[in-house]
Structure formats: structure tokens, C-alpha cells
DNA sequence: GATTAGCACTCATGCAAAGAGAGTGCTAAC
DNA sequence: GTTAGCACTCTCTTTGCATGAGTGCTAATC
């Protein structure tokens, strides 16, 4: 069978409808709306067409038709008008991304929130994985008798820092040597690779030899580790998850339920995250592979810091929702952030 | 009326049948249950007795008796037997405690995890207020051509920082000749009078004066002050909340929903705890001044940092609860976390 | 051949009635 | 003071029934 032009604008129309109303839609109304002339027995002899052809649903046998997966996945690849965002939401968006400008990670948690406030849907975003992070440099600084703090810096800014309780005390010429040392020992390797035990061992065993600090050593390597590890880590920002609770299809106890438990284990929607491919994907329904999203959507975009460390932004909601608007404002604030992390780097000393 | 020996073994027997099943409980089943020899007939009586008191109620005519918030009143106040926590709990909880000895913030954290986990419902914990906290150094530190990490150390050790991103670039001499000045003029200084506009001004002509710098210090001077505020603001953690998808109570889509969503005001529930004395309070249904929060009750004790910083942990969850359990535990937590977070002082230098 | 009117049919929804079950309150007897 | 007995109340579930929205099919119409 084929999907004439008529059969198309139907089909548009029903998903026109049930996006806006979440209610199944019948052949008498569809009639009216449509004003194309034709009778609703004409209508439901092409909604039987469609539905054969698994573009439609019915819920029982006397109710109206509800689109499919797959409808909604020909309406994103062909049906859909994309429209740019209107201007004046493209500035108030630019203006509170930039609230927090030096803050990479609350720019981030922003624009979840910002995502999921005009969206009514749940919002996440990843902050970027930074593997191939060269380290800068490492400082060791005192802070009290058994304390001090331990400051990493990458090439890319990123900065950690932890405090480490000693179960000794320590000598503070002997920090700053060390700082030096490490600096001189790690600059310039990735993040990722200072975890190799051989590269540690050496490093550990020059300076053990040669500042007699063998005991500073052991408080301090395996915390010197665990924050590189921490680095690496990428976080995982959600928000707007009661939203669901005003959308009619978790109307319902047990489905809202299971959704918010799902959502809560962030490591497992990390993990769905960081296998999707770069760019704007969309996953509709039975798409995802995840049993529990299976009557969701998923929308993700990519953005880079530095034009080089990939995050990802994106909205989960029912397989029901507004891609257009939903795809625009993904890609916008995707774009975006790519932009605001771009060092510049063009204007130079003065004062 | 009185409330005789028998009135509060019944009182007590309905409480504990409740907190259990969650369901009302009518006189048979309480007369078999009870054991003392008393027909339901008269255990009838009684709960007339009891509910004219208050310490009873009634869903409808021909329901069991639930416990009033006067009733938990009573048996949180004299009725509930103390038991400690037995010793395989104790030493797990110490352990879980302890695995993120050094950072104070993911200790308060996973403090709020395991109650939520222990108990089945709702925890909070609410990072200590530092208020009168003095500050110890400033250290502005390189990044790249237009970023500077600025480092802020209290004598309490709490540790923050920052990358400001410059508008000019800077000189790295200066900035450490800065990071002295400041360091010179602010040492010893509460953080909340730092913000105090005078003091700031003098500090920032003295600079500028000095060394040249008023181009550096327009960039400067804000980013400075709003870290210094971000580092008096507390942190709230909330762990658990969908378990209360498994609470009977909760049973209602529009109470989940309600729960769910005054929880997701941080800001407001900051507030509540902020108000709440220290020690262990216990407020139980309409005792709790928030509207929405007549259908909980809310348990909080606090916690020492350096036994001067005060931080809060608790829980929220509906009025049937096992408070004798839960008082128990967040009372071992909280001294546990003092305790942790006492600065021993005693080893000394060594090496 | 496509379109349409008409009609029987299906199913969800809402409502009322009926019965079961749990539990109370009261009275009268112990 | 305690208890047995009984009428009464209220919830909850089931059942039947009417309503309405919508379909699918057939036969007539354009």
C-alpha cells in the first residue's frame, strides 16, 4: 500500500492532535478539523489503511486511533517543519546561560534546568568526559598541622581540589618541593594514564629517595589517585523530574513510579548516555533499548568544551511530545554551549 | 479522665499494630492480639475512652482505630522503649562512614545515603553553616592566558575555588603579589564580614594603588566576593525520595505528587531545618508548622564539625513510623559524624 | 472506482443497587 | 466492671444497565 499525500495529512493531523490533547482521536472530529471535504467514513477507511500499515493504534475497538512509534519517527524524519527558535527566547536563553559564565559545570546544570523549564519534560545534561586531559600542574598546599590540600590543574582549566588528612604531620619547604616535583614528573600526561601503577611507582619511589618522605607517601599517594579517578568522572545533572506528574500518560501510580525509579539510578542513564552517538539523536519508544524507556523518547545533542570534550544535553519524555520545539531548543542550547566553551584566547595581556 | 495502666498497654498495642500493617485496627483482633483477658467489648470501651481523649480517631464509623498525633506524641515521649543499635549495625555504619574519610562533603552525603537505605524513607543531611568562619589564605594561581584559579582556605580547612575568566590577560608576578595582599589584608577575617562594603573598598584601592592593577580588579573584585558567599551557603542532600512510592500512605498519586514536589524546594526545606533547635527534635504531624508537611513527621538531630559547625541529618516520612528505630539511628549518626569530624590535633610532626 | 450514508456492533465509563464484611455503640445481663 | 448480643453504619466489591463515542461493513451514490 502506499502512503498517498491524503493518507499523509491525516496522519499529520492525528499526531497534530493527540500531541496537543493525549486523547485518541476519532474519524467524525478529524473530519471537521481537517476541512479537506471528505466524510469521516472516507477518513476511516484510510485510519484502517494506516493503522494496517502500522502507522496508527487503537486502544480498543470503539475508541479513536493513536499514532505509533513509527509515525512519530516518520514525522521526525519527514513530516516535521523545523522553525527556528523565535529571537526574543534565543536571548533570554543566551542571557542565563551566561549568569554563571565561569562556572563550567553550573552553566551545564543550567541549561538542564532552563531545558526542562520550557520543555514541562524531564531535562539532563552530562558534563564532558575529559579523557586525554593533559595535566598542567600539581599543588600541595598547607592547610593545618595534619592537613593539606592537593590542587590539580589540566591544560583544559579544569581544576580539583581535595583535602588530605595526613595521619602525620609534614614539613612545608618539603610541599613545596614536592609540588614541584610532581608538576615536573606528571605535565603533560593524560589524566588517564598517571592511573598506570608503573608511572606511579617510579615517580613515588624518586621522590621517596630523594626527600626521605616515605611515610608523607603513603597517606598521600592513593588520595593523589583517587582524585585524578574523580577528574575523570563526568556528572550527571537532572532536573524537572516531578514533571511528569502533570503529564497525562503518568497519570497513573505504578508508571510514574517506575519512571522515577529509573531516573534515580543516574550510573545506569549515564551509561545509556555515553553510548549514543554525537549530534541531535532521537530515540522513539520501542527505539530504545533500555526495557524500561520503551514508552519514552529520548532527544540528545552534543556539545564541546573547548571545541574538543564531547558532553551531552537532552530531554526524556513520552513518546507524545513536541519534537519539533523540542529538537530546536536542544540543538540551540547545544550550539550554544559549544560557543560560551570556546576558549577565545584572541585577546592578550594589557594592564 | 485518666489514663489508667490498661489504656496505655491498648494505646501502646494499637501504635505498634499500626506502625506495622499500616491498616486500622478494630477491637476482635486487638483482644486476641493483647492477651490480658479482656473481651473485645470492653477493649471497646476503652478505645471510646482513648478516642476522647485524642489519642485516637476513626477514618469512618465502622473502621478501626488509628493513632492520633497526640498518640505518637505520647509514646515518643514516654512510651518507647530505647533500644541501641546492635553492634554488626554499628560497626557497618561506621565503615560505610568512614570510606570517604577525607571529604567532608561526601561523608555528610553518604550519612543521608544509609539512613535513607536503614530506614525506607526519605533523608536529609544539611552541611554545616560555617558562619563565623575566619579565612586563612588566598592564593590566585595561573591557568592560561585569560584564567586564573582563585583559591580560598579557611582555618577550618574548608577549601574552595574558582576559575575566573579574565576579560585582559594578566601578569603572573602580580598575581602572586596580589595573593599576598589579600591574603595580608583578609587573614584572620570572618567570611560574612568580608562582604561588608567598606572593607572591600579599602582592600581594593589599596591594590589597585599599589601595583597598577584596576583593569585586573574589575574582573576580579565580583568573582572574589560571590565565592566567598558560595562558601557561607550549606548544602542540602536528600536521598530516597521515590521510597515513598513504598509507603501505604502514599498509595495516592496526588499525595506522591505533593510530597515529591515540596521536597524539590531545597530553599524552603533549608529553611524548615534551619529553624529546628539542635539536639534530637522530633515534630509529628500537626505539630509541624508547614501546611504541607501536616501528614509527616520530621526527625533531625545535629552534628559538629570541629565541635563548632552546626549540620543537620534527619528524616522525613509519614506519622506511623518506627521512631524508637529511627531516633536511635540518626542519634548514632550524628554523634558518629561529630566525632569524625573532630580535629584530633594530638599526632604531631614526625618525619 | 472512490466516496458516503446508514446501521449494527463494541467497548469504556458512569451510576445505582445489592451483598458481604468489618467494626462500632448501646443495652441488658452477669 | 465486664461481657454477650444485636442493630446499625460504612466501605468495598460486584453486577447490571444505560450512555456515548467510535468503529467496520454494506449498499447506495457520485
Redesign the interface.
Known amino acids: 500500500m502506499e502512503l498517498t499525500e491524503r493518507k499523509l495529512k491525516i496522519l499529520q493531523a492525528i499526531i497534530d492532535d493527540f500531541v496537543f490533547s493525549a486523547e485518541p482521536i476519532g474519524s467524525r472530529t478529524l473530519s471537521k478539523k481537517l476541512d479537506l471535504g471528505i466524510s469521516p467514513a472516507t477518513i476511516r477507511n484510510e485510519m484502517a489503511d494506516l493503522e494496517e500499515m502500522g502507522y496508527l493504534t487503537h486502544p480498543h475497538t470503539s475508541a479513536g486511533r493513536t499514532p505509533s512509534d513509527k509515525a512519530y519517527r516518520l514525522y521526525v524524519d519527514t513530516l516535521m517543519e523545523r522553525h527556528p527558535l523565535p529571537v526574543e527566547e534565543q536571548t533570554a536563553i543566551r542571557t542565563r546561560l551566561n549568569e554563571n559564565?565561569?562556572?563550567?559545570n553550573k552553566t551545564i546544570e543550567k541549561a538542564a534546568t532552563l531545558l526542562s523549564e520550557i520543555t514541562n519534560l524531564t531535562a539532563f545534561a552530562l558534563t564532558p568526559k575529559e579523557d586525554n586531559n593533559q595535566l598542567?600542574y600539581i599543588?600541595l598546599?598547607p592547610?593545618?598541622?595534619?592537613?593539606v590540600?592537593l590542587?590539580i590543574?589540566t591544560?583544559s582549566?579544569k581544576?580539583s581540589?581535595?583535602?588530605?588528612?595526613l595521619?602525620?604531620?609534614?614539613?612545608q619547604r618539603k610541599l613545596e618541593i614536592l609540588s614541584k616535583m610532581l608538576t615536573y614528573n606528571y605535565r603533560g600526561r593524560e589524566l588517564s594514564s598517571i592511573q598506570t601503577i608503573d608511572l606511579v611507582k617510579k615517580v613515588e619511589a624518586d621522590i621517596a629517595a630523594l626527600s626521605?618522605?616515605?611515610?608523607?607517601m603513603e597517606n598521600f599517594m592513593p588520595?593523589f589517585l583517587r582524585t585524578l579517578e574523580k577528574m575523570l568522572d563526568t556528572e550527571l545533572y537532572m532536573e524537572g523530574?516531578?514533571n511528569i506528574?502533570d503529564i497525562p500518560e503518568y497519570?497513573?501510580?505504578d508508571k510514574?513510579?517506575m519512571f522515577?525509579?529509573m531516573m534515580?539510578q543516574k550510573d545506569r542513564f549515564t551509561e545509556v548516555l555515553d553510548n549514543r552517538a554525537d549530534g541531535v539523536i532521537i530515540t522513539i519508544g520501542e527505539e530504545n533499548t533500555d526495557e524500561e524507556m520503551k514508552d519514552c523518547s529520548l532527544i540528545t545533542a552534543t556539545y564541546r568544551v573547548n571545541g574538543k570534550f564531547i558532553g551531552k544535553l537532552g530531554v526524556i519524555g513520552p513518546t507524545r511530545m513536541k519534537y519539533d520545539e523540542v529538537i530546536s531548543l536542544v540543538e540551540f542550547m547545544t550550539d550554544n554551549l559549544s560557543n560560551t566553551f570556546q576558549?577565545?584566547?584572541d585577546?592578550?595581556?594589557?594592564?
Open positions: 559564565f565561569n562556572e563550567l598542567k599543588n598546599l592547610v593545618d598541622k595534619t592537613s590540600v590542587m590543574v591544560e582549566g581544576v581540589n581535595t583535602v588530605i588528612r595521619r602525620s604531620g609534614y614539613d626521605a618522605m616515605s611515610g608523607f588520595e523530574l516531578t506528574f497519570n497513573d501510580l510514574a513510579r522515577l525509579k534515580k576558549i577565545t584566547g585577546t592578550d595581556s594589557e594592564e
